[in-house]
């Protein structure tokens, strides 16, 4: 079953912004580290953002400065704000939850069905 949905992907022009939200089907957040990945044709399935129980988040090189991952008041939904797009940033974005992420992609207990984001210039 999908644990994580998500949503909010689409069309932006290069310089734009969008949010994705990743909505839990349970309280999975109140334990799990969460980490927004993203794929694209050809390329392997990278982190981009990670934020833990505790608030502490971490960025791919890539994103730092125009990316925010965070939760809201509930913390049943996480965001990643994307502002400043590029080209570049176009990809299938996957949300993912588990433990101790920092280790590896391979510690994603429930995935996100993925939301294409393509950034035109």
């Known amino acids: 079953q999908v644990d994580l949905v998500e949503s909010g992907g689409g069309l932006v022009q290069a310089g734009g912004s969008l949010r994705l939200s990743c909505a839990a089907s349970?309280?999975?957040?109140?334990?799990?580290?969460v980490a927004w990945y993203r794929q694209a044709p050809g390329n392997e399935r990278d982190m981009v953002a990670r934020i833990t129980g505790g608030g502490y988040s971490v960025y791919h090189a890539s994103v730092k400065g125009r990316f925010n991952i965070f939760r809201d008041n509930t913390r049943n939904v996480v965001y990643l704000q994307m502002n400043s797009l590029k080209p570049e940033d176009t990809a299938v974005y996957y949300c993912g939850a588990g433990q101790l992420l920092s280790s590896g992609i391979r510690n994603v207990r429930y995935w996100g069905q993925g939301t294409q984001v393509t950034v035109s210039s």
């Open positions: 349970g309280n999975i957040f109140m334990t799990n580290d």
